[in-house]
Structure formats: C-alpha cells, structure tokens
C-alpha cells in the first residue's frame, strides 16, 4: 500500500510476516479493507480462526493525502477521514462485539485495545486539516470505548508516537533523521514500540486500572515517557523535569505521529473504569 492508499507491488505487511515466522514466531496478513464492516470483520475472524482468541487489537491503519486548506479536495478529505478514523472505529467495534459476548458467557476476558492518534490531532499540522481531524477523532472514540467497554474487561488507550516511518521520514527529513553510529537513535521505530509492548505486558500481569490518569495525556519524547499531567498545571518536560506551555511545544506532528519541538509526541491514556 502506498503512502495516499494506492496499492503497491510490495506488501510490508507479507514482509512483517516472513520476518516474524523466520524468527520462530506465528503470524498472519489480513489484506481487507479494514474501513469497510465485512473487511473489520474479517480482520477479527482471522485473528479467532488462526490463534482461537483475541487479547490485543491495535489500530494504525492509515495513510496522506497532505493538502493546504484551499487547496484540499473533498475527496481527499473524506478518504483521509474513512482510512484513520473509520478504520479505528470498525476493526474497535467488531473486536468489542466479540469481547461482550464473551463477557456475558461467563468468560470475562482481559483485553486491550491501542489506537494510533497523532501530535497532528492534539496540536494541529499545517497543510494537514484532513490527517489532523482523523487523529483528535480518534481520541474522542477512544476516550468513548474505554468508558463503555471496560464493564466487559477491555482496557482503552490511544498513544500518538514519534518514530521514523515511511510517511514521517519524508514529511519530517530533519526530524527523524538517523544520528551517528554511536549516538542513541530515539526516533527508530525499534526504540520506541518496546514502549508500549511492554506496558501492554504489565497491564496484562495486573490488569489494575488507573484511575488517577485516566484519559490525561502521557508526554513522550522519542523513546522515553514522563508522566500525566499533575492537576491543572503545565506538563512535565520529559528531558529536563521542568513544566513547560505550548511555546515549547512547537509545531505540528508529522503523519503517522510526533510533534515538532520541546517534546516528541503525547499518548491520551483512556483506562477502563
């Protein structure tokens, strides 16, 4: 799939796979359309016929179609819009569908569900109105899921990551540029998954929720990640301690995730109730 959504010869998703079974490991492409009901559908039966039950959904479908606002066609509006948010919204529904009903079975399961918003939808992105507004939505639906799904046993957050990929690493050259060979490389995609897999691990092991942050927003910086926000006061700045405004902040995040300035990304934490 190509980086405005037009199929392409060569499936990162096929390459994914044979990386992971080379390893050792199980895995399996789904190649349907995720923004439709019949392909979220199917993208949740793939995952119960293969593996015979579901733990974690994570939705990161997406993809630019970066326009200024006059010069930003409704079609590229609407396709933006149906791939990020629609995309979060059906794959979230079927999944939630599954886990209810096995709730009420007496199979009360304890699940997660990740979705994928952007510093672009909590600061806004010049030239990117339509990625912009897909992303703050994808923050309300979350913020939705985790107070109507955590009765079944599903826990909800959103994270909005800064790492190099294919659409950050043109759109932000400077940004997510690779450092030198003996310097940390913190926008490596690598250095910053290992995050969020291995709060996925000990949310799983407790499965507590956290009511003192619930849907307050978690500061990263490449990486690394500070804490809430304590109270009504300014954010804690991730490197050096200190609490800082929107000056500080910078610009918009690229696609696919990240902010421009003072601090690399935020992830909107929505834990169950």
């Known amino acids: 799939m190509g980086l405005d959504g037009t199929p392409g010869p060569d499936s990162p998703a096929a390459r994914v796979v044979a990386e992971i079974r080379a390893a050792g490991g199980q895995a399996v492409a789904h190649g349907g359309d ?6 979220a559908a199917s993208l949740v039966r793939t995952a119960l016929e293969t593996y015979g039950r579901l733990d974690t959904l994570v939705n990161n479908a997406g ?3 970066d326009r200024m606002l006059v010069n930003l066609d409704e079609d590229d509006w609407d396709a933006v819009l149906r791939v990020h948010l629609k995309g979060h919204f059906l794959p979230l529904k079927h999944a939630a569908a599954h886990w209810r009903a096995e709730a009420k079975d007496g199979r009360r399961p304890r699940a ?20 912009s507004a897909a992303k703050a939505g994808i923050i309300g639906l979350t913020l939705v899921a985790a107070a109507e799904l955590g009765r079944y046993g599903v826990q909800v957050n959103a994270i909005a990551p800064a790492a190099r990929t294919r659409m950050t690493e043109r759109a932000f050259a400077d940004t997510m540029a690779a450092p030198g060979a003996d310097s940390f490389d913190a926008m490596a995609p690598e250095n910053v998954s290992p995050r969020r897999l291995a709060r996925r691990e ?20 490449g990486g690394l990640a500070a804490g809430p ?9 991730p490197v ?31 834990d169950d109730p």
């Open 63 to 65: 993809f630019l179609r």
């Open 202 to 221: 000990r949310e799983h092991r407790s499965h507590r929720p956290r009511l003192r942050d619930r849907g307050r927003p978690h500061h990263r910086h």
């Open 112 to 131: 997660r569900v990740v979705n994928t918003s952007s510093g672009a939808g909590l600061l806004g992105s010049v030239g990117q109105g339509n990625y």
């Open 240 to 270: 050096r301690g200190r609490r800082h405004g929107p000056e500080a902040v910078g610009g918009g995040g690229g696609s696919r995730g990240g902010v421009r300035g003072g601090v690399g990304g935020a992830s909107i934490r929505a």
């Open 229 to 237: 926000h304590r109270g009504q006061g300014r954010p804690l700045d």
């Open 34 to 39: 995720i923004a439709t009901t019949e392909g």
